[in-house]
């Protein structure tokens, strides 16, 4: 049995999720189809829109010669890229021509992001302003981001007060001290330090941040102790812990801890520590399990059911039926007619009038990659790249690198092109990190690709169908 809609969205990440809304807001009948759950929880909970320029010039070899020994670059002769960018919008036109940003418009970055705001309300901060702000993660590195959630507000970097950075010895992978180092490297216009605490020894063994974080929403004892007092008592002896350049010591005003204060009730555990502590407290990003991640997840989930998109997930398109009446000629290309999805193991035709390819890039596995080039496995788009492998890459690891471009290219209504430039089916539209021509891990640029494509793509595809 056939499962219709009007538009068929393929990928449950920020493209695919704001593609789908914006369609149902234009009032067509929308399903969303999903492989699996979004890479959201992965990720940082960042919004970035754009953070640096990286040089327009293509990787050029320096040295002439074969594609091997006389390849490498010398890594001195890179312009850096320009940035961190204060304001992404006027940074736009620097970008290439061909970059995601240039073809559909500052404004549908402008309009992505007001969508975000919308649907996210005061769980995420930055909507006030067209700049940037710079935001500690973990690692050590403050990142230029539009927006960031609630939780890691009080880190900004534009704030001088004296702050501490805590990590936990139950948690190897984050360094406090290290971070602190860096951070104080890096020039930041405040005193800090980094203090290790014993807490929650006892989940050593099975350190998910997600068991932290509920012990903390139900204010579980640790060791007799309710998990909220434990984790200020811990952290106490070293409110004292900030020196000044002059040898002074500071009182901490703020206190950055690992991203897992809380999960349902995030703000009561921030609250609750802020007022042991007599400091503000804030969450630094950290790697995957993110519950910052995790909880934009859930409120872009929530807002899906509100615009009354249908939403699947575990179903991964496998292939696709064009419509042959509608085979090109006119410049408008072909069309699907439906795809193909493996329900737990049966092949479902999803009949649709227009499609929203959002399948994310080599990471989410909306571009696979091997030995023969990088294909898009579901509708077999073309993704142009170099014929020689020796030109995906150059050795300078932050150098430009071509392959971090690689996607499909599609004209300005995010219609995917052929080999030939011209539209290859009318009713697609293609968002997100499927679209080639950004490098959205050195521009930090990623979720703004998404939102400013997903909201063009979902209007033209709703476009597509009262047509
Ligand atoms: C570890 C990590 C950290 C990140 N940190 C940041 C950050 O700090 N700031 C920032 O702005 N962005 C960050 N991002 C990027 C951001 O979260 C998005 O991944 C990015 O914007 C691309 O979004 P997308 O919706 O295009 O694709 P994805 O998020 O990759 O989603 C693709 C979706 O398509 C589905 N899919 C793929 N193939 C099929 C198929 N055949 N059938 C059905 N469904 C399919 C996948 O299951 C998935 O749901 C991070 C991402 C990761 C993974």
Request: overall charge negative.
């Amino acid at each position: 049995m056939a499962i219709d809609s009007e538009v068929l969205v393929v990928g449950g990440g920020i493209a695919g999720i704001t593609a789908a809304i914006a369609a149902a807001r234009e009032g067509a009948d929308v399903r969303l189809v999903s492989h699996k759950a979004s890479t959201l929880r992965q990720a940082s909970g960042l919004i970035d829109a754009l953070g640096y320029v990286p040089p327009t010039e293509p990787a050029k070899p320096l040295r002439e010669g074969p594609p091997t020994a006389g390849w490498n670059l010398d890594p001195d002769e890179w312009p850096d890229p320009e940035g961190p960018i204060a304001d992404p919008f006027e940074a736009i036109d620097r970008l290439p021509e061909d970059h995601p940003y240039r073809l559909v418009g500052a404004d549908a970055l402008r309009e992505g992001l007001a969508l975000f705001d919308d649907l996210v309300g005061d769980a995420y901060l930055g909507g006030h302003t067209d700049r940037n702000a710079l935001v500690p993660t973990f690692g050590g590195s403050v990142k230029p981001t539009a927006r960031y959630p609630a939780s890691a507000a009080a880190g900004v970097a534009s704030d001088d007060r004296p702050t501490l950075i805590v990590g936990f010895r139950s948690l190897t992978e984050y360094d406090a001290r290290a971070f602190a180092d860096r951070l104080a490297a890096a020039g930041v216009p405040f005193d800090v330090a980094g203090a290790e605490v014993e807490f929650a020894e006892a989940f050593r063994a099975d350190a998910k941040v997600t068991r932290l974080a509920k012990a903390l929403d139900r204010d579980e004892p640790i060791d007799g102790t309710p998990a909220r007092e434990a984790l200020a008592k811990a952290v106490g002896p070293h409110l004292h812990d900030v020196v000044d350049e002059a040898g002074g010591v500071d009182r901490v005003e703020r206190v950055g801890f690992p991203a897992f204060l809380g999960d349902d009730h995030a703000a009561e555990v921030r609250a609750a520590l802020a007022d042991r502590l007599g400091a503000d407290v804030f969450e630094v990003p950290m790697g995957p399990p993110s519950l910052p991640g995790l909880r934009l997840e859930d409120l872009l989930y929530d807002a899906l059911d509100d615009a009354g998109v249908r939403f699947e997930t575990g179903t991964p398109a496998v292939g696709y039926e064009t419509d042959e009446g509608g085979a090109g000629g006119d410049g408008n290309g072909g069309r699907i007619d439906h795809l193909v999805m493996d329900r737990k193991g049966s092949e479902v035709p999803y009949g649709a009038e227009a499609v929203v390819l959002a399948t994310g890039g080599l990471v989410g596995k909306g571009l696979d990659s091997d030995r023969d080039g990088v294909r898009e496995p579901v509708l077999d788009l073309h993704v142009p790249q170099p014929a020689d492998r020796y030109e995906w890459f150059v050795d300078d690891a932050f150098g430009e690198q071509p392959y971090a471009r690689f996607g499909v290219r599609p004209d300005e209504r995010l219609r995917p092109l052929d080999g030939s430039g011209e539209v290859a089916y009318g009713n697609v539209r293609v968002a997100g990190g499927v679209v080639g021509g950004a490098d959205v891990a050195r521009e930090k640029s990623a979720s703004g690709v998404s939102l400013a494509t997903g909201l063009v793509a979902g209007r033209e595809a709703a476009r597509e169908v009262q047509q």
